[in-house]
């Protein structure tokens, strides 16, 4: 958890202010996950924090919505060709993914616990 709020402060994601009084909150919470070696045996705990979004209103706290996902198909066909032509593959693990995009909207969320 430790880790996650260090990354979200130094990547400037949010400020502290007082919520006025014409503004709705989105709520937030900490989502728990163990990762697991091949063999089994727990190689690390992970936590991420996640707004509420059932909490949030169209046109309100946000416009639309976006989340680029691979397919399986396309890892699959990817790993094929690499195979083919007998290419190096490399696992890249992600420890935090910001999006840099720019809000329209002013969003107010709930400091975790």
Known sequence: MQLELQALEENKTWSLVPLPS??????SKWVYKIKYKSNGDIERFKARLVAKGYTQSAGINF???????????????????SAANNWFVEQLEVNNAFLHGDLEEEVYMQPPL
Do not use: C, F
């Not at 014409?22 to 709520?27: E, I, L, M, R, S």
């Not at 680029?68 to 699959?76: F, H, L, S």
């Open 22 to 27: 014409d503004k709705t909150v989105v709520g």
């Open 63 to 81: 416009h639309e919505t976006y989340a680029p996902v691979v397919k399986m198909v396309t890892v699959r066909s990817l790993l094929a060709i």
